[in-house]
Nanobody, 126 residues
Framework: QVQLVESGGGLVQVGGSLRLSCAAS????????MAWFRQAPGNEREFVGA????????VYDDSVRGRFTISRDNPKNTLYLQMNSLKPEDTAVYYC???????????????????WGQGTQVTVSS
């Protein structure tokens, strides 16, 4: 069983950048497809992007494609989300997620995962 801890959230102005990290422990990190989700107040949780076990394949939601980049460092057991050109609508709690069963496309389609972090708040002010 893997434990996930996000960090790096905060308050940023429109057009700014943030990098989120997700530290994994308790499991073999490289066996998990990893993903980022977010949830804004009053909204359902939504898929942001996912990365394959090796890091060679990524998928993104249309709302963030071209602005956000997911990466992972398997030896460091860490997942990243680089967020650029941030918009007020990016304001949400961001969660990392892990699942050894699914490919990236499946995590996008099903919007579910076996393991979740506690979330980190990102607020974009205009």
């Amino acid at each position: 069983q893997v434990q996930l801890v996000e960090s790096g959230g905060g308050l940023v102005q429109v057009g700014g950048s943030l990098r989120l990290s997700c530290a994994a422990s308790g499991g073999a990190f490289s066996i998990y497809t990893m993903a980022w989700f977010r949830q804004a107040p009053g909204n359902e949780r939504e898929f942001v992007g996912a990365i394959s076990r090796s890091g060679t394949n990524t998928v993104y939601d249309d709302s963030v494609r071209g602005r956000f980049t997911i990466s992972r460092d398997n030896p460091k057991n860490t997942l990243y989300l680089q967020m650029n050109s941030l918009k007020p609508e990016d304001t949400a709690v961001y969660y990392c997620a892990a699942d050894s069963r699914f490919m990236t496309s499946t995590m996008r389609a099903r919007a579910e995962a076996a393991y979740w972090g506690q979330g980190t708040q990102v607020t974009v002010s205009s």
